[in-house]
């Protein structure tokens, strides 16, 4: 835990600044002292144990309860001898005592290991060995405890807080790290199965009678897993928060055997509402092309993004309107499909016209002027 | 279109599904064609391809270890005269546009059917390139793409298309035939298939151009 590493980093620091402090008292107050020289001592241990501790909580593994426990003995002692090493006076008249503010350094640590109710255990140790020292509750280490319970349980809690909100990133992480692996999987699961759908329509088709038949669902098969496979992702997602949708993924829903699609590589993104509307004129056009250039005419469909407007291009290789032979059904019925795809581009601020060359099947191309980027 | 040459035309197959390789490698061999060379992944390709010297390779584009675009990089690379057909069995996308760029003369989906496939071969030696309207749909986003973002080439020129080669290859996309294409335009058949080619052909050259800056960059950073 990368928040928890850096806790530990600032309690050494900690430990070390309250050394310094607590040796300048004590050669303040060194000369009044009754043992003097047994408070030298102390306070070299105390130095020593600085260094332990240091050397000990750099690496989880010495973070451990023994260490904690034995961190939370020196405290506790080192308050507690205070009350041999000075003079009664002194202590009556409510003296520091020997390690002053280094004695906060366990309960800190315990904070920063097992949380806030740690912490609070800590202080009330530490608080208790100082109430003891001095022989009686007095205000001013009633005071010391209350300080030292919060800092106990405010390190605690941050720690908690902290430890909480790592893991639930690294748990995040971890499934999406395990979501793209699934997916490169799926990737590869269906390129083999649409090699395999592909191999199958070949086959069958070559081979004829029943076969075809199986080879003709397979094709159609391999037409439906390939278009989606086209529809990335991240589109489904982003759906709802945002308004913009790739035009390709829309069409390419329609593709199947008799209905190819080209597009460019990069998303063709127009407002959902808009998207839909050409989508819908679309599938109009391709209504028509089965009902009147019969079912086996194939259809292209042709997505352009030019700088100021999108084009969608519909062609069929049907029959076309035969020059000078309209009849009169035919022109009903694709005049008034024209009118209703027109009339939707109309309303988008586009156009549709549609055009027919003998030979090569009629075709209908939708303008729609481009929007701002919001 | 149906005649070959004499000499039988030389050809590597690079899948990694077997029963794809074999099914081709069967029907080249039954059209007349000398499959010199099978594959399973790039590098046995490109360990194979200068023993065996095929003129076509027809390469899937989905490999296990090296991709599919890496392969034709470096078989055309290579070897400038070999003509690479690019396959796959999904649809049209970044790979296709990539490969092509990287030198395959065409590109063909695997849902293409036996007839399709040889024909496409036959266009591949006559020295012509393959086109489904998917690509042509790709390659037309890519020049806009370059328009609207150009970058800056060692010539300092972003490829573009003509007015002509855009109709063309709008035609292409719009699943005409080169013959339907140059009924509609009033130009050859081989006109318009050089309009084609040369779409392909600056987009190749651009690309070699922008390898060749970014290599250079790489070095000149390295020094």
């Given at each position: 835990m990368a928040f928890q590493t850096q806790l530990w980093r600032a309690l050494g620091v900690y430990r070390v600044l309250a050394l310094g402090y607590a040796s300048v008292l004590y050669v303040r107050d060194a000369g009044v002292y009754a043992y003097p020289g047994v408070g030298w001592l102390v306070l070299t241990g105390m130095g020593i144990w600085t260094v332990a501790t240091l050397l000990a909580y750099r690496?989880?593994?010495?973070?451990r309860w023994p260490v904690l426990a034995a961190d939370m003995a020196v405290g506790v002692g080192t308050v507690l001898i205070t009350r041999l090493l000075d003079t009664p006076v002194r202590i009556e008249a409510g003296a520091s005592t020997l390690p002053t503010i280094w004695s906060a350094a366990p309960v800190l640590a315990w904070a920063i290991s097992g949380g806030w109710r740690s912490g609070t255990v800590a202080a009330v140790l530490i608080g208790g060995a100082n109430v003891a020292e001095r022989g009686t509750l007095t205000p001013g280490n009633t005071r010391n405890i209350v300080m030292l319970t919060l800092a106990g349980v405010s390190v605690g809690y941050v720690t908690e807080l902290a430890r909480h909100s790592e893991l639930a990133l690294a748990r995040a992480l971890r499934a999406r790290a395990t979501a793209q692996e699934r997916e490169r999987l799926a990737r590869g699961i269906h390129d083999s199965v649409l090699q395999v759908l592909a191999l199958v329509r070949r086959r069958g088709v070559e081979l004829g009678g029943a076969a075809a038949e199986l080879g003709r669902l397979a094709g159609e098969q391999e037409a439906a897993l390939r278009a989606l496979l086209a529809i990335s992702p991240d589109q489904d997602l982003d759906g709802p928060r945002d308004a913009r949708v790739d035009l390709r993924s829309l069409l390419r829903?329609?593709?199947?055997?008799r209905v190819t699609i080209s597009a460019p590589d990069a998303p063709v993104l127009l407002d959902h509402v808009v998207a839909q509307e050409v989508a819908a004129a679309v599938v109009t056009a391709l209504d028509n092309v089965r009902r009147h250039?019969?079912?086996?005419a194939h259809a292209w469909l042709l997505v352009e993004e030019e700088s100021d407007e999108v084009v969608v291009s519909v062609r069929d290789?049907?029959?076309?309107?035969?020059d000078g032979r309209l009849t009169a059904a035919v022109a009903q019925g694709r005049l008034g499909m024209a009118q209703s795809i027109q009339g939707r581009l109309r309303d988008l601020g586009g156009s549709a016209t549609v055009t027919c060359t003998p030979g090569q099947g009629a075709e209908i191309e939708l303008r729609l002027p481009r929007q701002e980027c919001p | 279109m149906t005649d070959l040459p004499s000499e039988p035309v030389r050809v590597m197959v690079v899948d990694d599904h077997p029963m794809w390789r074999e099914a081709l490698a069967r029907d080249l061999t039954e059209a007349?064609?000398?499959?010199?060379a099978t594959a399973g992944d790039g590098e046995q390709a490109l360990r194979l391809a200068p023993a065996t010297r095929p003129q076509v390779a027809i390469v899937d584009?989905?490999?296990?270890?090296?991709s599919g675009v890496q392969v034709t990089a470096r078989l055309s690379a290579a070897n400038p005269e070999l003509r690479v057909l690019a396959l796959s069995a999904?649809?049209?996308?970044d790979d296709v546009l990539q490969a092509v760029k990287a030198g395959a003369v065409g590109y063909l989906v695997k849902s293409a059917s036996r007839e399709e496939l040889l024909a496409a071969i036959c266009r591949v030696v006559a020295g012509e390139s393959v086109f489904t309207p998917g690509l042509a749909g790709l390659i037309l986003g890519e020049y806009r793409r370059l328009a609207v973002v150009p970058s800056p080439t060692a010539d300092g020129v972003t490829p573009r298309l003509t007015q002509r080669e855009t109709e063309v290859l709008r035609l292409v996309a719009k699943g005409l035939s080169y013959r339907q294409i140059a009924e509609r335009l009033v130009l050859s058949h081989r006109t318009v298939q050089n309009h084609v080619q040369n779409t392909l052909r600056k987009l190749q050259l651009h690309n070699r151009v922008e390898l060749t800056r970014y290599a250079l960059e790489q070095r000149l950073d390295a020094d």
């Open positions: 690496v989880p593994a010495g973070r829903a329609l593709a199947n055997p250039a019969g079912k086996h290789d049907g029959p076309g309107i035969p | 007349g064609y000398d499959v010199v584009l989905r490999l296990p270890t090296l999904s649809s049209e996308h």
